[in-house]
């Protein structure tokens, strides 16, 4: 007597992949534009990314209806907090929020792949990463979503401290510039897009500073 | 006469139909300091006078935004008007999370209104003892409402409620014909000027009054302390003038013991208000 199996999933996979960095008094989010669904292209132009707070902007693979569910209730949160406290949700506040918020669902999880990116108390680049179930790790870059077996030991390579043996790897703020790393972030995607099928059209990335947001749009191969 | 015999439950009915705790709760509106409201076509403005239980202490917070589109003035027991704002806001968030737009103001102002009324039915209950003027902005335009601790609710194109409310109630009732057309600005200064009726001859200032705006293409916001003396400036000038057309027709009310505050100079929110 085996046990009968449900012959529909409540989750699918729309693909593509999600990065972050931070730096000294920035931090660089960045997401492909490709929405799929099996072998299938649903979209070419849709947005991983979204603004929470002036300070926390979201990246977010994997199952784009339950992000878009996801979004929309730390978006209801944000204004409640608001009206509480009378500012805007720090970046680590929005972490430990979205952490809740995640393992809230912790046997129907948001099928969503979460990096959070934005500026501390203190200006500094910040960049928290997420497993689908809320649990979280302050760090200072990390890749999500299909492409991101590709991307990460790369940049493990690039920004990681050197002589892990001999000292703790202090990977928490790169040391590079805002230029570098965004041209960083623009050389992953080009070659995550060579090989990952999901990865690929437009590139998204917002560079987040104390004066503001800045976003550019950069196209990668439609293939 | 009867009134003390009927008057012990908001269940319990007069001979002549009325309820008396609703009536009592209604006068407790008209014991809290000034809240007024005006909107023209495209702005819905909301003035109160901030007086401060003593000259150590801040003054209560009485106006709330509720969301971008929605502000609330209270007059009362503010904390019974705290609590109603936050169930304001929340009405307001659940709307937009589930219909992904703003909730328009009529809708608020009803399920508010069908709050209050059931405090005028349970006998473990009381009345909610805050009168509050939502204003607001939808597709249908600027609205401003004026809920009751009854649960009736009323549009007006401007009103004022609580204490020395009858003097400002004159001045909007001889102006308010214009205010549809008017401009943000003239609405602003008519707002602040109609403040000024209610405090009686004492001398205006930017601090005694809080002053909030919303319109098409502006979000709901405090205006500055700035902001406000400006106005204050360009009509202060010409003090006699003013006060000669308006000071005459206003009849006091029994302001219950309350001192006006001296102008405590307080800037900023005091962390003691909410």
Not at chain 2, 205 to 225: A, I
Request: glycine letters at 8%.
């Amino acid at each position: 007597m085996t046990k009968q199996h449900a012959n529909w999933s409540p989750y699918d996979n729309n693909g593509g992949t999600c990065v972050a960095i931070a730096g000294s008094d920035y931090c660089v989010i960045a997401a492909d534009t490709r929405m799929s669904t099996g072998y299938s292209i649903l979209s070419r132009d849709y947005s991983k990314i979204h603004k929470l707070a002036d300070k926390a902007v979201l990246s977010s693979s994997g199952f784009q209806a339950d992000v878009k569910a996801l979004q929309k209730v730390l978006k209801s949160r944000h204004l409640i907090y608001q009206h509480q406290h009378n500012k805007q949700m720090s970046c680590p506040a929005m972490a430990q929020l979205l952490s809740n918020t995640l393992y809230f669902k912790r046997f129907f999880p948001y099928y969503a792949f979460n990096v959070l990116g934005g500026l501390d108390a203190e200006g500094k680049g910040c960049v928290f990463t997420y497993d689908a179930v809320g649990s979280y790790e302050k760090v200072g870059y990390s890749a999500q979503g299909s492409g991101s077996t590709l991307i990460m030991p790369f940049l493990d390579n690039q920004l990681k401290s050197p002589s892990p043996l001999l000292l703790p790897a202090q990977d928490s703020i790169t040391p590079l510039s805002e230029a570098e790393a965004v041209d960083l972030v623009k050389t992953v995607f080009a070659s995550a897009t060579e090989r990952d099928i999901y990865t690929g059209d437009k590139l998204e990335i917002m560079i987040l500073k104390a004066d503001g947001i800045k976003t550019e749009l950069i196209d990668l191969r439609k293939d | 006469m009867f009134r003390n015999q009927y008057d012990t439950d908001v269940t319990t009915w007069s001979p002549t139909g009325r309820l008396f705790q609703v009536e009592y709760a209604m006068e407790a509106v008209k014991q809290g300091s000034a809240a007024i409201g005006l909107r023209s076509r495209s702005h819905v403005v909301l003035a109160c006078v901030n007086k401060a239980q003593s000259e150590l202490s801040s003054h209560q917070r009485k106006i709330f935004k509720v969301d971008d589109h929605i502000g609330v003035a209270i007059a009362g027991l503010t904390a019974d008007g705290r609590v109603l704002s936050r169930y304001m806001r929340s009405e307001s968030i659940n709307h937009s999370f589930t219909y992904e737009s703003p909730l328009p103001v009529g809708r608020l102002v009803v399920r508010l209104a069908d709050k209050a009324q059931v405090c005028t039915q349970r006998s473990w209950k009381r009345p909610y003892g805050v009168g509050l003027l939502v204003g607001g902005l939808d597709e249908s335009g600027a609205h401003l409402y004026y809920n009751c601790p009854s649960g009736n609710y009323f549009e007006y194109q401007a009103f004022a409620i609580g204490s020395r409310s009858q003097a400002a109630k004159t001045y909007l009732e001889r102006r308010f014909e214009s205010f549809k057309e008017s401009s943000r600005e003239e609405l602003i200064k008519d707002a602040i000027l109609a403040i000024r009726e209610t405090l009686q001859g004492e001398t205006l200032k930017s601090s005694l009054c809080t002053v909030s705006v919303l319109g098409v293409d502006e979000p709901f916001h405090f205006l500055d302390q700035e902001s406000i003396q400006k106005v204050i400036d360009t009509f202060e000038k010409v003090p006699e003038e003013e006060e000669d057309a308006g000071e005459g027709e206003a009849e006091p009310e029994a302001a219950a013991g309350t001192a006006e505050q001296g102008g405590s100079g307080d800037q900023d929110v005091a962390p003691m208000e909410m």
